[in-house]
């Protein structure tokens, strides 16, 4: 039939389809600007098109899911397949981290970037240990040396804000708020804490 109608395809849908192939690639959570200068459009219809994937692939729904963390969007498994995803590939929280470790990983998050030296200052134990796991798994990173003396200093990475669900640090929870019993690293924290802003 000559007069048959075209579908006309929606730019939105087409602009939503590039956004999901571009977090299908990339190692990291990606922002709306970055998303906006790979798809080269604008950021308004970049958000308009995460909001349709994220309906798309949402909980219960898909078995991945649209996220926003890190500071960026990301795909991962939904939760109903993280067992089946963790027993094809190792992630670093299926490994479990010691008390050691967790104690760490949360000066580091504080008051990163931080060295060894001042981890197992504040710790009361040294540190090397745990920051080699930590860097191991990819979930603290070096971030340069300290002026005097050159020992290398520590932040956590995109990866440590992904594993634990955070968009920023500015979500971690307050010092005051952590559990009772971590009332000796929260005085040693909050110690060092205020150190620093003098």
Do not use: W
Not at 31 to 53: F, H, K, N, P, Q
Not at 177 to 193: F, H, T, W
């Amino acid at each position: 039939m000559t007069g048959a109608l075209r579908l006309v395809e929606n730019p939105v849908d087409r602009l939503a389809r590039t956004i999901e192939a571009l977090l299908v690639i990339a190692p990291s959570p990606l922002s709306i600007e970055e998303l906006a200068a790979a798809a080269e459009d604008e950021t308004e219809r970049v958000e308009t098109a995460l909001g349709l994937l994220a309906s798309r692939y949402r909980e219960g729904r898909s078995g991945i899911v649209l996220e926003h963390v890190a500071g960026g969007y990301a795909f991962r498994a939904a939760r109903e397949a993280a067992e089946a995803c963790s027993r094809l590939v190792e992630r670093p929280v299926q490994r479990g981290l010691s008390q050691a470790a967790l104690e760490t990983l949360a000066v580091v998050a504080y008051l990163g970037p931080v060295s060894r030296p001042e981890i197992a200052r504040i710790r009361g134990v040294a540190a090397d240990s745990a920051v080699a796991g930590l860097v191991e798994r990819g979930l603290i990173a070096e971030a340069g040396r300290e002026s005097e003396g050159g020992a290398v200093r520590y932040k956590v990475t995109p990866l440590f804000e992904r594993v634990f669900g955070l968009s920023s640090l500015s979500e971690l929870p307050r010092l005051d708020d952590l559990a009772e019993g971590s009332d000796d690293l929260r005085a040693r924290l909050e110690e060092v804490a205020g150190r620093r802003g003098a």
